[in-house]
């Protein structure tokens, strides 16, 4: 139970970060929306010089450049009043896109409206904001652009030549024209959004893991420590331990052989400690390798307690070595497979069967439980980050209190696939195929499939001396 717990507060304090979408507008910083919007600036001066001197048009450039000397002015006061480091807010980026919303409609409302083909860049801080900022602010974005698009559509200074030629489009190209833009709006902006949410759940999630990989290595060295303090006072207590008790057979006087007796005591306790800080040692060459059943054993051992029946079933496959494959204790093995036995315990009602087979070049974990299954919908997409919405779906009402947002299984792929497993997932069926089979359920399915060279030890491997047990270095 500790582990688990520890990985629901784990889970808990990154989706909360992860799901703190205030702050993901920090991630852009001042000095980068400068940069941006100076080209913007200096673009949209180069355009109305182009089209005044190099193509005759009729422009107020008073006006234009007035418009245009706002966003420049935008630009220049925030350098005097804020640090170039500064990461903007929710608020600030906002404001900023909202203006910039203004600016362009101002000086598309004095060239020509939606006949001014440059109309289409009111695309750039929509898709700015969404991906950049929440939804709300994204919706507000969106709208305003919407809606000042069509102001511009009816209200605006004709784009005439300075010889009196008016250049306007027929209505029937500016109401496509309009259209498009409305449609590129809401496209791009759910588009943008889209990926950039699945892009930061992928990034949250892979923090997770290494996350999940560094406690379990931290664990594992720290029971190498433990393991390497236990063998190295052994030997001194039980020296301790032989002279004291050599000790009361010469020594008569009753003060004495109180005090030799209670370093005798002291020296059980001090051997007691440390063989039960012992257990968890890993670090002894001799735990460094494991047979495959041990090694699933220890993922499990957490979820035996809480209720439900964790069955083992161990056998070679046809024309296999009867003995079980040396395998190395990674962490990444110990953690994956611990999220996926948790998962199975989590749902089964009664029952979870973990299925251990090797053969000559494979070795295969499988773990099924008696629960209702992965849902049909959500088992396509099995072992991405973030997969349900909190407090929705199916799996809430079958554990009540609990909040599936298929992290766990995300973990646990992502380890063991870097262990080198190939993992698949399906539901089982008591009249389908395997039933009748070791290992044969109505419910969830999972299958670890490594080749023997990825994890374990070849035979050779297996016999050859360990040597010293490797000298710990403490800071």
């Not at 420049?72 to 608020?91: C, D, M, T, W």
């Not at 600030?92 to 362009?104: G, H, K, R, S, V």
């Not at 974990?365 to 099995?382: E, F, Q, T």
Request: net charge neutral; hydrophobic share 45%.
């Amino acid at each position: 139970m500790t582990h688990s717990r520890d990985a629901v507060r784990m889970k808990g304090a990154i989706l909360h970060s992860a799901f703190d979408n205030a702050h993901r507008s920090n991630w852009v910083r001042l000095r980068t929306l400068i940069y941006l919007r100076s080209i913007a600036a200096l673009g949209q001066a180069a355009a109305i010089l182009v089209g005044y001197y190099g193509f005759g048009l009729a422009l107020n450039l008073g006006w234009c450049f007035v418009a245009v000397g706002a966003a420049a002015i935008s630009n220049i006061v925030p350098l005097f009043i804020f640090p170039g480091n500064k990461r903007l807010s929710e608020s600030e980026m906002l404001a900023i896109l909202l203006f910039d919303i203004t600016q362009l409609s101002c000086l598309l409302f004095l060239t020509g409206g939606m006949h001014n083909p440059f109309a289409l860049l009111i695309l750039a801080p929509v898709t700015i904001s969404a991906t950049a900022l929440q939804l709300r602010s994204t919706v507000l974005v969106s709208g305003v652009a919407i809606l000042a698009m069509t102001l511009v559509t009816w209200w605006y200074i004709p784009l005439a030549t300075q010889s009196g030629y008016l250049l306007e489009m027929p209505e029937i190209f500016v109401f496509g024209f309009w259209t498009a833009v409305m449609i590129g709006i809401l496209f791009l902006a759910a588009y943008a959004r889209r990926v950039t949410s699945e892009v930061n759940a992928m990034a949250d999630a892979l923090v997770a893991t290494q996350l999940a990989l560094s406690r379990e290595q931290k664990l594992t060295d720290l029971g190498g420590v433990v393991a390497a303090t236990a063998h190295e006072l052994g030997t001194p207590l039980a020296t301790i331990k032989l002279v004291s008790g050599e000790m009361l057979d010469d020594i008569e006087d009753p003060d004495l052989r109180d005090d030799i007796l209670l370093i005798a005591q002291q020296a059980d306790r001090c051997r007691d400690i440390l063989r039960s800080m012992g257990r968890a040692g890993k670090d002894d060459l001799h735990l460094r390798t494991a047979p495959i059943a041990t090694v699933v054993q220890e993922a499990a051992e957490p979820h035996g307690t809480r209720g439900k029946t964790i069955v083992y079933h161990v056998a070679p496959l046809p024309g296999a070595d009867e003995r079980q494959p040396e395998i190395y204790r990674r962490p990444e093995i110990i953690h994956g497979l611990r999220n996926l036995v948790q998962n199975a315990v989590d749902f089964a009602s009664t029952t979870v069967r973990i299925d251990i087979t090797w053969s000559k070049d494979q070795i295969r974990v499988r773990i099924a439980d008696d629960g209702p299954g992965y849902p049909a919908h959500v088992l396509p997409r099995l072992g991405d980050p973030f997969l349900r919405s909190r407090g929705a779906g199916d799996s809430n009402r079958q554990r009540p209190g609990y909040e599936g947002m298929g992290l766990g299984l995300f973990i646990a792929k992502t380890l063991l696939e870097r262990s080198g497993a190939e993992l698949s997932f399906a539901n089982g069926r008591e009249d389908g195929p395997g039933g009748g089979q070791p290992g044969a359920s109505p419910g969830a399915i999972v299958e670890s499939l490594w080749r023997h060279d990825e994890i374990a030890l070849s035979p050779r491997d297996g016999r050859i001396a360990l040597g010293l047990n490797r000298q710990i270095e403490t800071p």
